[in-house]
């Protein structure tokens, strides 16, 4: 696969751009409840959420190498954002299955007498 499939899977169609476009909101929900709110409280549930199936794994295993304790802020914002863009290739591939569209090296087929 190249760098153009990637992000062409992980960007560029419906059903990924949808999902990230929900993702974005719920960051910036849970950015501007952090910033202008007393006390924010459990916010940030709800972008783990979006990310959920992938990022209750690997916080599991940060957790298990971690300890106990909340993870630095950084930790936590790079595993979501990184769950959050493979959850989205998966999705982006899948749908592009389930198009059709995705052929892993099948040879293109040419016609005789197509390009005369």
Do not use: K
């Not at 419906?14 to 501007?32: C, K, N, Q």
């Not at 930790?75 to 999705?91: D, I, K, N, P, Y």
């Amino acid at each position: 696969m190249t760098a153009r499939t990637l992000v062409r899977l992980t960007f560029a169609n419906p059903a990924s751009a949808i999902y990230l476009g929900l993702v974005g909101v719920a960051v910036a929900i849970a950015t501007a409840v952090t910033l202008f709110a007393p006390g924010p409280g459990f916010i940030w549930v709800l972008p783990a959420l979006f990310a959920f199936p992938l990022f209750f794994f690997v916080a599991l295993v940060e957790g298990a190498f971690r300890g106990e304790g909340q993870p630095e802020t950084w930790l936590f914002l790079t595993e979501l954002a990184l769950c959050v863009l493979a959850q989205s290739l998966l999705l982006g591939t899948i749908a592009e299955a389930a198009r059709g569209r995705l052929r892993r090296g099948a040879p293109t087929r040419h016609t005789a007498g197509a390009d005369e």
